[in-house]
Structures are given as structure tokens and as C-alpha cells.
């Protein structure tokens, strides 16, 4: 006859043919069975530890989760004011977006958003990896200290005074008189009038130059503070490496290549896995003080999704706004977790 | 004896000493030409005369104005306030929330500690924040004032208490926690020590410099916020409790021509005028953070090498 295999949990019993629980499974199934008392216990025993999370729960659910309920007003017309009493409407906002009415304008912002994420990457990223490698020239104390207190000082400065800033030393000469500082100095290395010309509202507000703008004055905010996390990694290499690259003839190049690189490669992946993971979440504060409304001529450059969407702020509109920062948000959850995954395979580097 | 140096090494001495002296003079540029403009003469100001030093007669109007403007005050206590109070709120969730994430013994503590990181990976986007806020806005009004008009009631509270968050400083606290040894929690444990008091006297104590560190760093986005403040208080018309960015900002940019939005028949102040005044609330507004500034500059290095945001 056939016998199942199960010993480990069930006794055959020859005689009567039939099968009877072990007595280590019956242990085995009591602790499963109780399983729920003893964490019930546990949590009842530490119901201090659950309470100081309490706070930081209800906080994030308040005001980080709740809004993602609003979501739903994507699928849904924009008639009424509060969403929940907005008739559905499948997916017809996102065809208007996609292909539709405004479609124009979200590709607009959508490429806006990709271009300024690109560029700021790749001008934005190696830029505090070079100022870590010069600080760590600089030997002296004191003087590598100024300069450092020096460069971390804009991360600190409001977006409101930075754009301010920023409009006034590329400013125009609208209310006559001369051109801002940056606009002058500008007009004098090209040696155009015309450009002096063109400046009538001021340079932030031209489309050919608001891009350049935009990268130039992140970086001033961010390089020198992004550097600290890259110098604590160049100065974490022993000298002895150095030491024995001279010895084989290395320059000063090769040292580079050869010692410095390989040893800030993990620093480096994880901070562009960080910068990739936020790359469509540009700052939309910034973006927002430098090109307010679609009356300024900058708008069809300085257009990303979230000022897009927030542009979108009335009843009306609301749904399209709703659905096209989704989109938005949605790639960017991708980006995070494709290359936190990529870097995990390929370098053991990972994030998360 | 000294290595003779290479030509390759000097060369790139060179180049860094004369970027990092450009890039550092560039990174204070703007605020001399902020204390410059401050202090010129106002149809140099108006002008874009200035470009270093201040230009023509030493004025100080512009700070006079600035000082005995009750607006402009009213804007700075508001800032102070939600600074302080809203610093101390994030802190107290945050340090607490980041003890009971340290912990092993913690049941479902990946799903809480996902449940935070999933905020820096998605958000929900600007419109339905500002719906949330609104709606946070309605209900502490029902609470507080008996309407449904988030107008009704003083919106510093709703800035201070819904806006600030910020996961990684969690992260940073929760992985400043799980440093500490465990030998010493055991210990006072044994000596009867009570959960908060194992926080506050162990804990606490022993992570000072992080817990400065993210201190500095929810007051410092506190006092620079604009954004939420400006959309949640625009639409309530509730120009009392502006913190000092949106008013800086509203001045600016009705009296100084930058945005493009001045109109000479309708503004209280020539260009020249609004624009040194402009650049006067603009040094007000840094005193805070330049004071602060050198002290914190060293705590840097430690709030951002994170050492991985692992689970």
C-alpha cells in the first residue's frame, strides 16, 4: 500500500493503518496556535515604544498620506470644490493631458522637467566631486576652512533672496539706467548692444538664457555643500596610497585615475543614485519665484510639471493638474527604484 | 627631505587654488552687493550703479525704513515663532518616532520604517497637498473657531504643525540611536529606568551633535519656508500671519521693477528706493542664519555622511 512520506511529522501506525500527530508537531502547532498571544505580549509589555511612535505615525498620515487620497480627483471631472464629490470620470483627464486639450502645454512642462533634471545633473553633480578634490590640495587649515565656510554659506540662503538676487544681478534696464551687474559684464564680453537690448525685463526672463540661469544658480546654492559628503571621501584615502603611486612613477594625474577615483566610487554612486532619485522633483519653490504666471516670457522654458499643476489651481482645471503631477511623481518612483536596483546588481552599492 | 614637486602637481595646485578663490569670492559676491546696494545712494541703486562698494552718498534710510516698519516686524515674529515652535514640534515627533524605530525588539518595524522612506520615493504632488492643507485648514477652524473658514483662525499654527516634514533627519536620528550601544541602555534598565527616561537620559545625551545637527536643520528650512506658507495664506487673505519670506517677496516685488510687476503711479516707493529698501529686509532676514552659521559649520560633516539610509 503506498505510505506517504511524513515522518518528521506524523506517525503511521501500522496496525489500525492510519496516522497520528507526532508530538513535537503538536508542540509545533500549540506554539503557532499561541503565536498571536505571545506577540500580543510582546507588544503589551513595550506599549511605551508603540506610543512615542504615535506622533510621527499620525503626522505622515495626516499630511504626507492623506493628501495621496486626492489622487483620486485624476479620475474624476473637476466639477465641485472638494473632490470626494466629483463625479468619475475614468481616465478622460489623462487622455486630455496626454493627447488632448492640454496636452500641449504638459509635454511642455514635462520636457521643461526632464531638461533642467538633465542638465542639472550633469553640470550640477561633478561639479562638488572637483571642489572636493581641489579642497583637498589646499593644505593649510585656515585657509581651506575659509574657503569651505565660504562655499557652504548659499545652501543656507532663502529661495526667496537667492531668485531676488538673482533677478536683480541679471536684471534688465527697464526702468533705465544701466543693466544688472552679470547682465553688463555678459553684454561686455560679447561686446553686443544687442544684448543690452534684448534685457528689457531682464535676463531671467528670456528663453534662451533661463536655463543657463537656472543651473548656474543651483549650483552656487549646492556645490559647495554637496562637497562635504565627497571631501570626507577624498580625505578618508591613506597616504600611503599616494605614497606608493609616486614610487611607481605615477603623476599627479594618474594619482587621480588610479588612487583617488576607485576609492570615492562608492560615495559617488550613492550620492548619484540619491541625485537620480530626485531628478524629477526639481525645486519647484525656485521655479515658481523665477517664472510665476504664464504672462512672463520665460514660461515656455521655466514650465515644470509642479508649477504646471499648481497653475492648474482652480476647480476646474484641478483634475489635469492632479493627473499630470501623478505621471510625474509615478516615473519618478520608478527612477528611484531602478536605479537603486541597477546599482545594488552592479556595485553592491545601494540606498535603500 | 622634502619630495621635489612634479610640474603636474604644481599645475593642478594651481588651478585649484584659483577655482576654489573664484568660486568662494562668487558664493559672497551677492551678499556684499546686498549690503552694498543697501547703503547707496538710491538713484544708484535704482540705476544698477552698484557693483562692489556702495556708490554715491552713505544712506541710511533704507534700514530706518526697515526698522520702524511695523509690517516687516510683524512678518519677523511671525518667522520667529514658527521657527522656534515649529523646530521644537518637529523635533519632539521626530526624536521620538526615531527611538522606537532604533529599536530590534520593535514588531513591523520595516513596514514603519517603509512607511517613512516611501515619502522621499513619492508625494503626492502640489494640488493635492494644497487640498490637504485646506482641508487641515477647515477642520482646525470647525475645532477652534465654530466655521468652516480656515481664515477664521491663526494660520502660523497650521504652518507650524503641517508643514516641516522631513524623512531623512528621522533617518538620521533613528541611525544616531542605533549607534549607541545597547550595554548602556541594558545597564539603566537594571538600575529601573523607565522607557522615556532610558531616552531622555541616555539616549539624548549621547547624541547631541546629530540631534543639533537636525535641529539646524528643520529650523534653517523652517525660517527659509516660503512656498506652503505663501499658497495656505493667500488663500485665506490672511496677510497677519505672513512669515518674513512671503512678505519680503510681496515687497519686492510690487516696489523694486524685478518681477516686472511695478507700476510707478500705483507703488509707494521709487525703484531706486524700494530696491535698497528691498535689499535691506534682505540682510535683516540673514542676520539669524549668518550669526548661527560659523557654529553650526562644523556639525556639516556629520548630518550629511548618512552612512546609507539602510532599513
Not at chain 1, 82 to 98: H, K, L, M, Q
Not at chain 2, 212 to 229: D, E, H, P, Q
Given at each position: 500500500m503506498f505510505k506517504l512520506k511524513c515522518d518528521d511529522f506524523l506517525i503511521y501506525d501500522e496496525a489500525t493503518g492510519k496516522y497520528t500527530m507526532s508530538a513535537e508537531q503538536q508542540v509545533r502547532d500549540e506554539t503557532e496556535r499561541n503565536k498571536w498571544k505571545s506577540t500580543g505580549f510582546t507588544i503589551l509589555k513595550d506599549w511605551r515604544l508603540y506610543l512615542m511612535l504615535v506622533p510621527m505615525l499620525l503626522v505622515y498620515l495626516l499630511w504626507k498620506y492623506a493628501p495621496m487620497t486626492e489622487l483620486t480627483g485624476a479620475f474624476?471631472?473637476?466639477?465641485?470644490?472638494?473632490?470626494?464629490?466629483r463625479p468619475w470620470a475614468g481616465i478622460e483627464n489623462f487622455r486630455n493631458i496626454y493627447f488632448g486639450a492640454n496636452s500641449e502645454s504638459f509635454w511642455m512642462a514635462f520636457r521643461n522637467t526632464f531638461i533642467i533634471a538633465f542638465y542639472g545633473l550633469l553640470f550640477g553633480f561633478p561639479t562638488p566631486i572637483i571642489l572636493a578634490l581641489f579642497f583637498n590640495e589646499v593644505k593649510s587649515n585656515i585657509a581651506r576652512s575659509i574657503m569651505q565656510v565660504c562655499v557652504y554659506l548659499?545652501?543656507?540662503?532663502?529661495t526667496v533672496i537667492v531668485t531676488s538676487l538673482t533677478l536683480a544681478l541679471f536684471s534688465g534696464n527697464k526702468a533705465g539706467g544701466d543693466v544688472g551687474v552679470i547682465s553688463k559684464f555678459l553684454g561686455a564680453i560679447s561686446g553686443s548692444e544687442m544684448l543690452h537690448d534684448r534685457l528689457a525685463g531682464g535676463l531671467v526672463y528670456t528663453v534662451e538664457y533661463f536655463r543657463a540661469i537656472y543651473i548656474v544658480t543651483d549650483i552656487w546654492e549646492h556645490a559647495g555643500y554637496d562637497s562635504i559628503v565627497f571631501f570626507a571621501a577624498v580625505i578618508a584615502v591613506s597616504p600611503t596610497s599616494y605614497e606608493a603611486a609616486q614610487i611607481d612613477g605615477a603623476g599627479k594625474m594618474a594619482q587621480m585615475r588610479y588612487v583617488v577615483l576607485p576609492s570615492i566610487l562608492s560615495t559617488v554612486v550613492i550620492m548619484l543614485i540619491m541625485k537620480i532619485g530626485g531628478l524629477l522633483s526639481v525645486g519647484y519653490e525656485k521655479l515658481y519665484l523665477l517664472?510665476?504666471?504664464?504672462?512672463?516670457?520665460n514660461y515656455t522654458v521655466a514650465t515644470v510639471v509642479s508649477t504646471w499643476a499648481n497653475a492648474m489651481g482652480s476647480y476646474t482645471t484641478q483634475a489635469y493638474g492632479i493627473a499630470g503631477e501623478m505621471t510625474n511623481n509615478l516615473i519618478g518612483m520608478i527612477l528611484v527604484i531602478g536605479a537603486n536596483t541597477i546599482s545594488r546588481k552592479a556595485a553592491d552599492v545601494s540606498l535603500y | 627631505m622634502k619630495r621635489k614637486m612634479e610640474v603636474s602637481e604644481l599645475i593642478f595646485k594651481i588651478i585649484a587654488y584659483v577655482f576654489l578663490i573664484i568660486f568662494a569670492v562668487l558664493c559672497m559676491y551677492p551678499l556684499l552687493f546686498a549690503l552694498s546696494s543697501m547703503f547707496s545712494d538710491f538713484d544708484a541703486v535704482g540705476n544698477n550703479k552698484i557693483i562692489l562698494w556702495p556708490v554715491g552718498n552713505l544712506q541710511f534710510n533704507a534700514a530706518k525704513y526697515v526698522l520702524t516698519s511695523s509690517n516687516f516686524w510683524v512678518s519677523y515674529s511671525n518667522t520667529l515663532f514658527v521657527t522656534f515652535i515649529g523646530t521644537i514640534w518637529c523635533l519632539v515627533y521626530s526624536i521620538l518616532g526615531a527611538y522606537a524605530l532604533s529599536k530590534?525588539?520593535?514588531?513591523?518595524r520595516h513596514g514603519f520604517n517603509f512607511f517613512l522612506v516611501f515619502t522621499m520615493w513619492f508625494s503626492a504632488g502640489v494640488v493635492p497637498q494644497f487640498l490637504n492643507y485646506q482641508s487641515t485648514g477647515r477642520v482646525m477652524a470647525t475645532i477652534f473657531a465654530g466655521s468652516t473658514n480656515m481664515a477664521d483662525i491663526d494660520l502660523k499654527w497650521l504652518i507650524v504643525i503641517a508643514m516641516g516634514m522631513n524623512a531623512t533627519n528621522i533617518v538620521l536620528l533613528r541611525n544616531a540611536f542605533e549607534g549607541v550601544p545597547s550595554e548602556i541602555e541594558e545597564a539603566a534598565r537594571i538600575d529601573g529606568a523607565t522607557e522615556l527616561q532610558i531616552l531622555t537620559k541616555v539616549y539624548i545625551p549621547m547624541s547631541k551633535a546629530t540631534i543639533a545637527t537636525v535641529a539646524l536643520f528643520f529650523g534653517i528650512s523652517r525660517w527659509n519656508g516660503y512656498f506652503w506658507a505663501y499658497k495656505v495664506t493667500g488663500a485665506a487673505g490672511?496677510?497677519?500671519?505672513?512669515p518674513v519670506q512671503v512678505y519680503m517677496r510681496d515687497f519686492i516685488q510690487y516696489n523694486t521693477g524685478l518681477t516686472g510687476q511695478y507700476e510707478s503711479e500705483t507703488a509707494a516707493f521709487t525703484i531706486g528706493e524700494g530696491t535698497s529698501i528691498a535689499y535691506a529686509m534682505v540682510i535683516f532676514a540673514m542676520i539669524p542664519i549668518l550669526v548661527i552659521y560659523p557654529f553650526i559649520q562644523k556639525y556639516f560633516a556629520k548630518g550629511v555622511n548618512m552612512g546609507g539610509v539602510k532599513e
Amino acid at each position: 500500500m503506498f505510505k506517504l512520506k511524513c515522518d518528521d511529522f506524523l506517525i503511521y501506525d501500522e496496525a489500525t493503518g492510519k496516522y497520528t500527530m507526532s508530538a513535537e508537531q503538536q508542540v509545533r502547532d500549540e506554539t503557532e496556535r499561541n503565536k498571536w498571544k505571545s506577540t500580543g505580549f510582546t507588544i503589551l509589555k513595550d506599549w511605551r515604544l508603540y506610543l512615542m511612535l504615535v506622533p510621527m505615525l499620525l503626522v505622515y498620515l495626516l499630511w504626507k498620506y492623506a493628501p495621496m487620497t486626492e489622487l483620486t480627483g485624476a479620475f474624476r471631472y473637476g466639477d465641485f470644490q472638494y473632490v470626494s464629490d466629483r463625479p468619475w470620470a475614468g481616465i478622460e483627464n489623462f487622455r486630455n493631458i496626454y493627447f488632448g486639450a492640454n496636452s500641449e502645454s504638459f509635454w511642455m512642462a514635462f520636457r521643461n522637467t526632464f531638461i533642467i533634471a538633465f542638465y542639472g545633473l550633469l553640470f550640477g553633480f561633478p561639479t562638488p566631486i572637483i571642489l572636493a578634490l581641489f579642497f583637498n590640495e589646499v593644505k593649510s587649515n585656515i585657509a581651506r576652512s575659509i574657503m569651505q565656510v565660504c562655499v557652504y554659506l548659499p545652501k543656507f540662503i532663502s529661495t526667496v533672496i537667492v531668485t531676488s538676487l538673482t533677478l536683480a544681478l541679471f536684471s534688465g534696464n527697464k526702468a533705465g539706467g544701466d543693466v544688472g551687474v552679470i547682465s553688463k559684464f555678459l553684454g561686455a564680453i560679447s561686446g553686443s548692444e544687442m544684448l543690452h537690448d534684448r534685457l528689457a525685463g531682464g535676463l531671467v526672463y528670456t528663453v534662451e538664457y533661463f536655463r543657463a540661469i537656472y543651473i548656474v544658480t543651483d549650483i552656487w546654492e549646492h556645490a559647495g555643500y554637496d562637497s562635504i559628503v565627497f571631501f570626507a571621501a577624498v580625505i578618508a584615502v591613506s597616504p600611503t596610497s599616494y605614497e606608493a603611486a609616486q614610487i611607481d612613477g605615477a603623476g599627479k594625474m594618474a594619482q587621480m585615475r588610479y588612487v583617488v577615483l576607485p576609492s570615492i566610487l562608492s560615495t559617488v554612486v550613492i550620492m548619484l543614485i540619491m541625485k537620480i532619485g530626485g531628478l524629477l522633483s526639481v525645486g519647484y519653490e525656485k521655479l515658481y519665484l523665477l517664472c510665476p504666471s504664464s504672462t512672463y516670457n520665460n514660461y515656455t522654458v521655466a514650465t515644470v510639471v509642479s508649477t504646471w499643476a499648481n497653475a492648474m489651481g482652480s476647480y476646474t482645471t484641478q483634475a489635469y493638474g492632479i493627473a499630470g503631477e501623478m505621471t510625474n511623481n509615478l516615473i519618478g518612483m520608478i527612477l528611484v527604484i531602478g536605479a537603486n536596483t541597477i546599482s545594488r546588481k552592479a556595485a553592491d552599492v545601494s540606498l535603500y | 627631505m622634502k619630495r621635489k614637486m612634479e610640474v603636474s602637481e604644481l599645475i593642478f595646485k594651481i588651478i585649484a587654488y584659483v577655482f576654489l578663490i573664484i568660486f568662494a569670492v562668487l558664493c559672497m559676491y551677492p551678499l556684499l552687493f546686498a549690503l552694498s546696494s543697501m547703503f547707496s545712494d538710491f538713484d544708484a541703486v535704482g540705476n544698477n550703479k552698484i557693483i562692489l562698494w556702495p556708490v554715491g552718498n552713505l544712506q541710511f534710510n533704507a534700514a530706518k525704513y526697515v526698522l520702524t516698519s511695523s509690517n516687516f516686524w510683524v512678518s519677523y515674529s511671525n518667522t520667529l515663532f514658527v521657527t522656534f515652535i515649529g523646530t521644537i514640534w518637529c523635533l519632539v515627533y521626530s526624536i521620538l518616532g526615531a527611538y522606537a524605530l532604533s529599536k530590534k525588539r520593535l514588531l513591523g518595524r520595516h513596514g514603519f520604517n517603509f512607511f517613512l522612506v516611501f515619502t522621499m520615493w513619492f508625494s503626492a504632488g502640489v494640488v493635492p497637498q494644497f487640498l490637504n492643507y485646506q482641508s487641515t485648514g477647515r477642520v482646525m477652524a470647525t475645532i477652534f473657531a465654530g466655521s468652516t473658514n480656515m481664515a477664521d483662525i491663526d494660520l502660523k499654527w497650521l504652518i507650524v504643525i503641517a508643514m516641516g516634514m522631513n524623512a531623512t533627519n528621522i533617518v538620521l536620528l533613528r541611525n544616531a540611536f542605533e549607534g549607541v550601544p545597547s550595554e548602556i541602555e541594558e545597564a539603566a534598565r537594571i538600575d529601573g529606568a523607565t522607557e522615556l527616561q532610558i531616552l531622555t537620559k541616555v539616549y539624548i545625551p549621547m547624541s547631541k551633535a546629530t540631534i543639533a545637527t537636525v535641529a539646524l536643520f528643520f529650523g534653517i528650512s523652517r525660517w527659509n519656508g516660503y512656498f506652503w506658507a505663501y499658497k495656505v495664506t493667500g488663500a485665506a487673505g490672511q496677510s497677519y500671519s505672513w512669515p518674513v519670506q512671503v512678505y519680503m517677496r510681496d515687497f519686492i516685488q510690487y516696489n523694486t521693477g524685478l518681477t516686472g510687476q511695478y507700476e510707478s503711479e500705483t507703488a509707494a516707493f521709487t525703484i531706486g528706493e524700494g530696491t535698497s529698501i528691498a535689499y535691506a529686509m534682505v540682510i535683516f532676514a540673514m542676520i539669524p542664519i549668518l550669526v548661527i552659521y560659523p557654529f553650526i559649520q562644523k556639525y556639516f560633516a556629520k548630518g550629511v555622511n548618512m552612512g546609507g539610509v539602510k532599513e
